[in-house]
């Protein structure tokens, strides 16, 4: 073939592989397939996103970032540093930054990646502002948490180590300070911080999280020995959500020289939400949830369910308790959660939870728990609540200046429905009467006997207990107790030691002052006490609530036929209906309904109405600013 023709015939070909193949094409894949593309980060992946490196690509970067990091983030800070590069730039180095250190475990660069994006969110001089619904800002938001998290991480991984001192940055250093007292939440100190980032929580219905900036952390609060505890509710095993903040001054100033100085502050989730940063109100990142699940699921209490109710429990704190969520702040009404038979108050945890998660619950209201034996008799647990309020109230309002404390709300599920309703009865003699033939006066009984079950029986409300929410109660007794049940737990249940020491006599001498004491010549455990027909018990529910405290119902029954003919599995509806209630709710489930979403809405509306009504009176319970 001649040369001539040989060369026509091949820039033909390669015409035409031109025309069948444009540098320039695209392929149907479906949104979600872009969308992930589009959305990756350092975050979610190991690769840059798609801000960054396009970004980084202008400059011809891109390459040599592989190639070699740190060079290219040099160059890119130059670029910044010397006014060519703006906003776009700053977030490239942040999360280029952040990806090296992932890479290469260097502190030194998670901080830098703090520095850089702390710089985009808050810009400055001919950096302009990132437009609202810039999805930058919340990656930014999330790195800059991150980072702060990795570069204060201990040694072995579990913590985060929050401490002041100088630390190194890629191009110079940053020196942190720190006011211990940031550290002080009322009478404890913070300490063990846990990255709560980093956990998984299973278990609990629902998780939140706030949005905005710091590191989410749960610290474990221990007393301050410099402080008197005597007017402590909280637990000493008690967890906090907390946040750390690292504010750097003049942050892109210390970009171009390389000395930066800044501040590691804490807060706690129940004293501040939002924080003042340059000028402008900045959400903290709170996480709750966490919070609750990592303090539950190393706490003693789920041992004790079982064998406190039979009075044999060996482990935690010696019972009855009655702890609180956060140190006491004057202006927050207290909720009182009482958990019911074999129970604990870890069964409240999906409520509180989702309570917590309603701002304006809690803004106004503070958490307290109840722990008891369950299966000690229902008057003498009614009587120790009751002192275990009081107590607390005197202790931390001796003056009685704080009127939202006395305007407390107590919840009670199952046998602690029974419980709560002993805070708000005026019963005179007729609970009393319910039981016994003869007056207390006349019982053959040491003093100290008689004293007990006085204070046991002859019960007065308590004047702070404003409102009270009965769920799933056995107003009238348990279905599921009976004469081979109760038989079984008098052998399994020990009673306190005290109660049977000073009842031996009184028991054995005067059997026939005792309606139920006729056969057993013994006190009666709670589970007695729940069974339909039971003195005490029938002697309770004929008493109503006192004038003045609205109480309402919360009825658990399985199934889809008329409430008036169903049973939650335990309690029937007849059982737990009580005449008379502000409101009462059928939720279509087990005993355990505590955790239901219908009946934490209805919870979440009788305290949304509970603090409507004070400040319709005039009383406004939002504790004011720390």
């Not at 949104?31 to 960054?52: I, Q």
């Not at 180095?93 to 520095?115: I, N, P, Q, R």
């Not at 033939?437 to 702070?464: C, H, K, N, Y």
């Not at 799933?472 to 020491?501: E, I, K, M, Q, Y």
Request: charged share 20%.
């Amino acid at each position: 073939m001649p040369t001539r023709l040989v060369t026509v015939v091949s820039v033909g070909t390669l015409l035409s592989l031109a025309a069948c193949s444009p540098p320039i094409s695209v392929s149907r894949v479906g949104a979600r397939a872009v969308y992930r593309s589009l959305t990756a980060n350092a975050l979610s992946t190991d690769r840059a996103s798609e801000w960054t490196r396009n970004t980084v690509n202008s400059w011809g970067l891109l390459g040599p970032f592989d190639d070699d990091p740190e060079g290219a983030l040099s160059t890119l800070r130059e670029i910044v540093t010397s006014g060519r590069g703006g906003g776009p730039e700053v977030f490239a180095l942040g999360e280029l930054s952040f990806l090296h250190a992932e890479d290469t475990g260097k502190k030194a660069y998670y901080l830098a990646a703090a520095v850089y994006t702390y710089a985009f969110l808050l810009p400055e001089g001919r950096q302009e502002q990132p437009a609202e619904l810039d999805p930058r800002m919340r990656l930014a938001a999330d790195l800059y948490n991150r980072a702060i998290t990795l570069a204060f991480r201990s040694r072995d991984g579990r913590t985060v180590e929050l401490a002041p001192g100088t630390y190194p940055l890629p191009f110079g250093q940053v020196e942190v300070w720190m006011n211990p007292g940031c550290l002080y939440w009322g009478d404890r100190r913070l300490v063990d911080f846990v990255p709560v980032a980093e956990l998984a929580v299973r278990g609990m219905r629902n998780r939140y999280r706030l949005p905005g900036m710091g590191a989410p952390l749960a610290a474990r609060a221990i007393p301050r020995e410099d402080v008197n505890l005597s007017r402590s509710l909280l637990s000493p095993r008690a967890r906090v959500a907390a946040t750390a903040l690292l504010r750097f001054y003049d942050v892109h100033d210390g970009i171009a020289s390389g000395r930066l100085s800044s501040t590691l502050e804490v807060y706690t989730a129940n004293d501040a939400e939002t924080v003042a940063v340059e000028g402008r109100t900045v959400p903290l990142e709170i996480e709750e949830t966490a919070t609750i699940a990592l303090q539950l699921a190393d706490s003693p209490m789920w041992k004790r369910e079982l064998w406190g109710f039979l009075g044999r429990a060996q482990t935690g704190d010696q019972l009855p308790i009655l702890v609180s969520l956060t140190p006491y702040q004057r202006g927050r009404i207290p909720i009182v959660f009482v958990h019911g038979t074999a129970s604990s108050p870890g069964r409240w945890a999906d409520m509180a939870n989702d309570l917590l998660a309603d701002p304006w619950i809690r803004h106004r209201y503070q958490f307290w728990f109840f722990m008891y034996d369950t299966g000690n008799p229902v008057a003498y647990s009614g009587m120790l609540l009751r002192d275990k309020l009081t107590e607390a109230v005197s202790r931390l309002d001796p003056e009685g200046d704080d009127p939202c404390l006395h305007q407390m709300v107590v919840i009670g599920h199952s046998q602690g429905g029974l419980l709560t309703k002993l805070t708000a009865v005026d019963t005179g003699s007729r609970l009393w009467n319910s039981i016994s033939r003869i007056p207390l006066a006349e019982l053959p009984a040491s003093e100290d006997f008689r004293t007990l079950l006085g204070r046991a029986m002859f019960v007065q409300p308590l004047p702070f207990v404003r409102r009270v929410v009965f769920v799933a109660t056995p107003h009238r007794g348990s279905f599921r107790t009976g004469a081979w049940v109760n038989g079984l737990l008098r052998r399994l249940v020990r009673l306190p030691g005290n109660l049977v020491l000073m009842s031996r006599d009184t028991l054995s001498q005067g059997r026939g002052a005792f309606y139920a004491a006729r056969t057993t010549a013994r006190i009666p455990t709670a589970a007695e006490n729940m069974t339909p027909g039971n003195p005490f018990l029938e002697g309770l529910a004929a008493i109503r609530v006192a004038d003045g405290v609205p109480y309402h119902s919360i009825i658990a029954v399985q199934g889809d036929g008329p409430p008036e003919e169903g049973n939650d599995g335990v309690v029937a509806y007849r059982s737990a209906h009580l005449d008379g209630a502000a409101s009462e709710l059928v939720v279509r489930s087990s005993h355990s309904t505590q955790s239901e979403p219908a009946t934490i809405q209805e919870v979440r509306r009788i305290l949304h109405l509970h603090g409507a009504e004070l400040q319709a009176e005039g009383l406004h319970c939002v504790p004011a600013a720390p």
